[in-house]
């Protein structure tokens, strides 16, 4: 049974970078079949998809976030992360990581992250 | 605003049946996969493809697609059922991975 499972810091000033780590168990990330994605859910709100990598490192982000978004992979660690510079307090989430099948949808989650953007 | 959109908020009374529907232009060429999020939970896969449930997803779970409205119907609801449930697909130029804005289920 695949796992997944964020870690990362709870609260993150403005202006500053936040930094996310999922680590993958029960799974290769470098099995070359999946996608690993990153998604966020603001409070009281919707899923927003943020973007997600192949283990080789390519990489697919959401337009609107895209400026600010760093997406990277570690296959010793089976480990991916996320970077979001520049937050502000809209950047306020649940933050999800998520495999991703086909580039289409997300068959594992994890259980997600509360960041809060806040000086 | 989504590209895909659902009804806020849906009620079914227990052991009846219910659907809650995803409406964009983009499920005339994809599908809508459809998930079920509990309050402090992972969201749970329920519906992929045309309509195929994952393992351990109970068969009241179906989906299906007509033009521009994807449909998740819940057969005989359960009250381990009251959740929310997002749909998510592709956006129009098929680039962007989007989810509707999702539809919190009450079971009477």
């Known amino acids: 049974q695949v796992q997944l499972q964020e870690s990362g810091p709870g609260l993150v000033k403005p202006s500053q970078t936040l930094s996310l780590t999922c680590t993958v168990s029960g799974g290769s990330i470098s099995s070359g079949i999946y996608y690993w994605s990153w998604i966020r859910q603001h409070p009281g709100k919707g899923l927003e998809w943020i973007g997600y990598i192949y283990y080789s490192g390519s990489t697919y982000y959401n337009p609107s976030l895209k400026s600010r978004v760093t997406i990277s992979v570690d296959t010793p660690k089976n480990q991916f992360s996320l970077k979001l510079s520049s937050v502000t307090a809209a950047d306020t989430a649940v933050y999800y990581c998520a495999r991703v099948v086909g580039r289409y949808y997300f068959d594992y989650w994890g259980q997600g992250t509360l960041v809060t953007v806040s000086s | 605003s989504s590209e895909l959109t659902q009804d806020p908020a849906v009620s079914v009374a227990l052991g009846q049946t219910v659907g809650i529907t995803c409406q964009g232009d983009?499920?005339?060429?994809?599908?809508a996969t459809w998930y079920q999020h509990k309050p402090g939970q992972a969201p749970v896969l329920v519906i992929f493809?045309?309509?195929s449930r994952p393992s351990g997803i109970p068969d009241r779970f179906s989906g299906s697609n007509s033009g521009n409205t994807a449909s998740l119907t819940i057969t005989g609801a359960q009250a381990e059922d009251e959740a929310d449930y997002y749909c998510?697909?592709?956006?129009?130029?098929?680039?962007?991975?989007?989810f509707g804005g999702g539809t919190k289920l009450t079971v009477l």
């Open positions: 983009s499920l005339r060429n994809y599908f």
């Open positions: 493809g045309k309509n």
């Open positions: 998510n697909s592709r956006d129009s130029t098929g680039d962007r991975l989007v």
